[in-house]
């Protein structure tokens, strides 16, 4: 169930007031941020977590990079080209990279990192399904690879900006253990990691010699602090200068709005909050019954009244920010008789349970999951009965997680 997409990742920076001006990002200093998650692992293969990647991303490179527009740009690629009807890409590799360590980046760094991600060591994160479609990776010279695909896949090059295609050193990935590598990353990204101390924070180091030149602050602080309110007086204090979402619900925009050391940044996202079904087993395998539960939920209420009106109703996980969206597909509308009479067709005794597993770190999206019920204004005799489970996600959890016995699961999509 497609609940909306944010007008705004409303709260993407919080800014505090700082001696050196509006944007810190544009001086030198050190920028301390709050992030509600610790993923647990800084490996680019162990995670699809968000906010694994708003650190990680200043660490590694990948061959391609998505800027600030939300468009592709070259990134350790230089330039690429489609081949064999689609089958072939072949990238032009940047030349004098480094990585952290000193190691050269060239061909077999791309070759080592898609082998890896593919191979047996793939295997145990959630990310190598994203890149299943390459066969192989073929080097034709020291800075020219081939990706080699089995199909055409259009949107192979957007996946390519993120998650599990960052490159990584072959000697330092081969020569340490695995839970050091997960605990110490290494890239060719703007920043270098220097400290890491578990639910606690990060801190990230200025990389002088990055290709792109060196960075404009000296050093990055994370933080993790996943209660909203501590995040906010932190912020108050000016102990941090952002607050990255989902940390700070809708409802505490009043409190940082009138405090006049503080500012709301509001950009466009291409974030989807939805309900994915298990289809499998369990009532929600009856697509009468999705859509009932669809139907029954009064979304523009929620936008209005959890969401501050900074959301917009959406027919798919695509965002109009998203390769693939398409401007002509309309959400299935809010009819409260239509969806009884799904529910009685589909034999769903009243008092089914469905389960919502939701996760739990993410405080504006537990606000709209707990409407969701609310707003379906079942009658009496009707209803299912739901129930929430706040769900704290880990690196363990999302390499290991298995999908099948939830019957509904509140979910993100980021495309």
């Not at 169930?1 to 200093?29: C, D, I, S």
């Amino acid at each position: 169930m497609k609940l909306g997409k944010t007008r705004g990742a409303l709260l993407a920076a919080v800014l505090a007031a700082l001696p050196f001006g509006v944007m810190p990002a544009q001086a030198a200093g050190t920028l301390t941020i709050s992030s509600p998650q610790d993923p647990g692992s800084w490996d680019p293969i162990d995670t699809f977590l968000v906010n694994w990647s708003s650190v990680a991303t200043n660490i590694y490179d990948g061959l391609v990079y998505r800027g600030p527009d939300t468009k592709i740009v070259p990134g350790l690629a230089t330039e690429w080209e489609v081949l064999d009807e689609g089958k072939r890409i072949r990238f032009k590799l940047r030349e004098g990279v480094k990585f952290h360590n000193g190691e050269d980046f060239n061909a077999e760094a791309v070759k080592f990192t898609f082998d890896r991600l593919l191979g047996e060591e793939g295997k145990k994160g959630p990310q190598r399904s994203n890149y299943a479609v390459i066969e192989k990776v073929e080097i034709v010279d020291d800075f020219t690879v081939d990706l080699v695909l089995t199909q055409p896949d259009p949107v192979l090059i957007t996946k390519l900006a993120g998650y599990g295609a960052m490159i990584v050193p072959p000697k330092y990935v081969t020569e340490n253990e695995e839970d050091f590598v997960n605990a110490n990353p290494v890239g060719t990204g703007p920043f270098k990691m220097t400290s890491y101390e578990p639910k606690v924070g990060v801190k990230l180091e200025a990389f002088a010699d990055h290709w792109g030149g060196a960075p404009k602050l000296d050093a990055v602080e994370y933080r993790f602090i996943s209660e909203p309110a501590t995040a906010v007086a932190e912020l108050q204090a000016g102990r941090v200068d952002i607050v990255i979402p989902p940390t700070i619900p809708i409802s505490m925009v009043p409190t940082i709005e009138a405090d006049d050391k503080l500012e709301i940044v509001s950009v466009t996202s291409p974030t989807v909050y939805a309900l994915r079904f298990n289809t499998g087993n369990g009532i929600t395998a009856d697509e009468r019954v999705r859509k009932a539960m669809i139907m029954a939920v009064d979304r523009k209420a929620i936008i209005d009244a959890v969401l501050g009106g900074q959301a917009k109703q959406i027919a798919s996980f695509q965002s109009e920010l998203s390769f693939g969206y398409d401007p002509e597909m309309e959400p299935l509308p809010f009819d409260q008789a239509k969806a009884k009479e799904l529910l009685k067709e589909a034999g769903v005794a009243a008092g089914a349970p469905v389960q919502i597993d939701i996760r739990g770190n993410d405080a504006t999206f537990g606000e709209v999951t707990q409407r969701s019920p609310a707003t379906c204004r079942w009658s009496a005799s009707t209803p299912p009965s739901s129930r929430m489970r706040p769900m704290f996600c880990s690196t363990t959890s999302s390499r290991r997680q298995d999908r099948r016995d939830v019957p509904a699961e509140l979910g993100r999509l980021d495309a």
